[in-house]
């Protein structure tokens, strides 16, 4: 089985190259690139998995007598990898790269989201869209005048709070939202506040009394929204613990 796998492995980078050497023009430049991207998400994976070699310093005695100013430093070079660690997993936190409940969601388009607005004396203008879906709008949110708002997000269609499901409590709580952070299908729809299956949104847990491991109280959470909230008629999510 392991021979048959290297095998085809050889195979398959022959006929890569094979390709490579064999395209012209713009398809080989695209064909190029795809490999180069691959290349280095490769390098990366392997960095990632290779074992960091950690300098830690001997537990010798400790000398009587003064130190000099260039051997202090020496015993805390271990401490400044873990604080380095520590900054990268906060980073991490901070993205948002957590497992989400729903890692794949089916792609909307603009057609299914947006509805043209027929507008002007004789209706030929279409410059305006209407959104379909549910929508998220902050509290100082100020509506342009109507005759020039490209986007219109009906007040029907507009939630303020969401059912979440706490993983690990199995207990539902209805909480209000503070924003949408990232809804998968488009940029746009993240910044229209545009909610659909699969959207990451910030939900306000002060309700809840959770506890980080300072000791303050947490405000804002992250939770993936897991039904279709325009055929429901809520929201209804899953908190990202």
């Known amino acids: 089985w392991y021979q048959r796998r290297v095998r085809e492995a050889v195979v398959s980078t022959q006929s890569t190259g094979s390709k490579a050497k064999k395209l012209h023009g713009l398809k080989a430049k695209l064909y190029n690139k795809k490999r180069h991207s691959e290349k280095i998400q490769m390098k990366k994976t ?9 300098k ?25 990898k873990i604080l380095s660690n520590m900054v990268k997993q906060k980073r991490k936190e901070k993205a948002g790269k957590w497992a ?12 299914e989201v947006f509805k043209v607005m027929q507008t002007g004396k004789r209706k030929k203008k279409a410059w305006k869209r209407m959104v379909t879906k ?6 100082d949110f100020t509506r ?20 979440v499901t706490h993983p690990e409590l199995k207990a ?3 909480l209000p939202m503070i924003g949408v952070k990232k809804n998968p299908n488009s940029p746009m729809y993240t910044q229209l506040g545009v909610i659909t299956k699969g959207t990451v949104i910030e939900v306000n847990v002060s309700e809840l009394g959770l506890v980080t491991t300072g000791g303050k109280v947490v405000w804002g959470k992250y939770a993936q929204v ?7 008629g809520c929201i209804n999510a899953v908190l990202l613990v």
């Open 46 to 54: 392997l960095k990632m998995h290779e074992e960091k070699q950690t």
């Open 56 to 80: 830690t310093h001997d537990s010798e005695p400790v000398q009587e007598g003064a130190v000099p100013a260039y051997l202090l430093d020496r015993e805390t070079e271990s401490r400044a």
């Open 100 to 111: 989400v409940p729903i890692p794949k969601v089916k792609q909307m388009g603009e057609d």
């Open 134 to 139: 549910v929508t998220y709008v902050g509290e």
């Open 144 to 163: 342009k005048p109507p005759k020039y708002e490209r986007f219109i997000r009906p007040m029907a269609l507009r939630f303020k709070k969401a059912h």
């Open 172 to 174: 539902t709580f209805c």
């Open 226 to 232: 897991t039904n279709h909230p325009e055929n429901d």
